[in-house]
């Protein structure tokens, strides 16, 4: 188990504070608010400058989720690749998307019949915005294919 997502749903006001009891309002809200989700404190403005840059080390992982739980991805979805801090991943850090090949059936010179795995396929970039100890959080740049769970990610140029 890597962690728990969590997923921002909006901003609420506390009205009036009582010992056990507090009274709020939503003053924004970005997805549904249900009963039971949890609260936590809104963290201070943060301003971070990103440079884009390649990793110096050789960096390889996967896509392993796309915000909102859709199946693929394209340019300017968000996802989540299974490296973080402890791999050497930094904010800035550009990685290239690669898909796996398909496989192919043909006939050999002699009539048999054969498979074969296309080469990976480069698929687009994407850039890092936010790192963890062990998954960060990214930008998919550009993506001249659909961008799906479990797409390899490397150095741009890697594959």
Same mark, same amino acid.
């Given at each position: @188990?890597?962690?728990?997502?969590?997923?921002?749903? /909006?901003?609420?006001?506390?009205?009036?504070?009582?010992?056990?009891?507090? +009274?709020?309002?939503? +003053?924004? *809200?970005?997805?549904? *608010?249900? *009963?039971?989700?949890?609260?936590?404190? =809104?963290?201070?403005?943060?301003?971070?400058?990103?440079?884009?840059?390649?990793?110096?080390?050789?960096?390889?992982?996967?896509?392993?989720?796309?915000?909102?739980?859709?199946?693929? =991805?394209?340019?300017?979805?968000?996802?989540?690749?299974?490296?973080?801090?402890?791999?050497?991943?930094?904010? /800035?850090?550009?990685?290239?998307?690669?898909?796996?090949?398909?496989?192919?059936?043909?006939?050999?010179?002699?009539?048999?019949?054969?498979?074969?795995?296309?080469? @990976?396929?480069?698929?687009?970039?994407?850039?890092?915005?936010?790192?963890?100890?062990?998954? +960060?959080? =990214?930008?998919?740049?550009?993506?001249?294919?659909?961008? +799906?769970? /479990?797409?390899?990610?490397?150095?741009?140029?890697?594959?």
């Amino acid at each position: @188990m890597l962690g728990f997502e969590v997923i921002y749903g /909006g901003d609420l006001q506390v009205d009036k504070m009582g010992d056990d009891i507090q +009274s709020l309002h939503v +003053s924004r *809200i970005a997805e549904e *608010i249900q *009963i039971g989700d949890r609260l936590i404190k =809104a963290p201070k403005a943060l301003f971070v400058s990103y440079v884009p840059h390649e990793p110096e080390s050789e960096i390889k992982g996967k896509i392993i989720s796309i915000y909102n739980g859709v199946n693929s =991805a394209a340019e300017y979805s968000n996802v989540v690749i299974n490296r973080g801090q402890r791999d050497g991943v930094e904010v /800035g850090h550009v990685f290239g998307i690669f898909r796996k090949g398909n496989l192919i059936e043909f006939k050999t010179a002699d009539g048999r019949t054969r498979k074969a795995a296309l080469p @990976m396929e480069n698929s687009g970039k994407l850039f890092v915005y936010r790192v963890f100890d062990r998954v +960060s959080y =990214a930008l998919v740049l550009n993506s001249s294919l659909p961008v +799906s769970i /479990g797409d390899t990610i490397a150095p741009p140029e890697a594959e």
